[in-house]
């Protein structure tokens, strides 16, 4: 089992249970930009940030993290 489908998991369990995700969901991203899924790392880092869970510093390093994957892989992300 990959680490991305161990955060999937922990992703659909903590939205079921309505508990906070946003570590899950960036941890994801990462796990998929690391791998080179440049689509579903922007994706993950999005709904992270939007989920409101985290503080000043952190969304500034998602949204530092996003830009960087936005601007070496516009042709694969889908449209915002």
Request: zero cysteines; hydrophobic letters at 40%.
């Amino acid at each position: 089992r990959s680490e991305a489908e161990t955060l999937e998991t922990l992703v659909t369990i903590t939205k079921k249970s309505n508990l906070p995700n946003a570590a899950y969901l960036a941890y994801l991203a990462q796990s998929y930009a690391q791998v080179g899924n440049a689509a579903a790392a922007a994706k993950n880092y999005r709904e992270a940030l939007a989920t409101g869970q985290l503080d000043a510093d952190q969304a500034a390093a998602i949204r530092e993290s996003l830009e960087i994957i936005e601007s070496r892989s516009p042709t694969e992300l889908p449209p915002r």
